[in-house]
């Protein structure tokens, strides 16, 4: 059974709250690692760690989900950072 939460993050430009929906799957396979995402209200590209199985996470309001990668993928993170003009 999947578990899940509402977790907020903060803009770093505006301070904005960014509304991340984690989930979780005990026993089973998680992806850990992180999306880049663009603020709804500042338009600032960033990236946030989410932690939990990222693949099935999503952004639930504040910002738009550009793309996400698994720490566990070696170069997944920089080439997603690359991939948005974060490097």
Not at 66 to 75: A, F, K, M, N, V
Request: net charge negative; with cysteine.
């Amino acid at each position: 059974m999947s578990e899940y939460s509402l977790d907020t993050y903060t803009c770093e430009s505006c301070k904005c709250a960014i509304v991340v929906n984690c989930v979780w799957e005990p026993g089973g396979m998680n992806d850990y690692g992180g999306f880049i995402v663009q603020c709804r209200s500042c338009n600032t590209i960033q990236e946030i760690y989410v932690g939990r199985d990222v693949n099935s996470s999503s952004i639930r309001s504040g910002a738009i989900l550009l793309g996400r990668y698994d720490r566990d993928l070696e170069g997944d993170r920089e080439t997603t950072r690359q991939r948005h003009g974060l490097d």
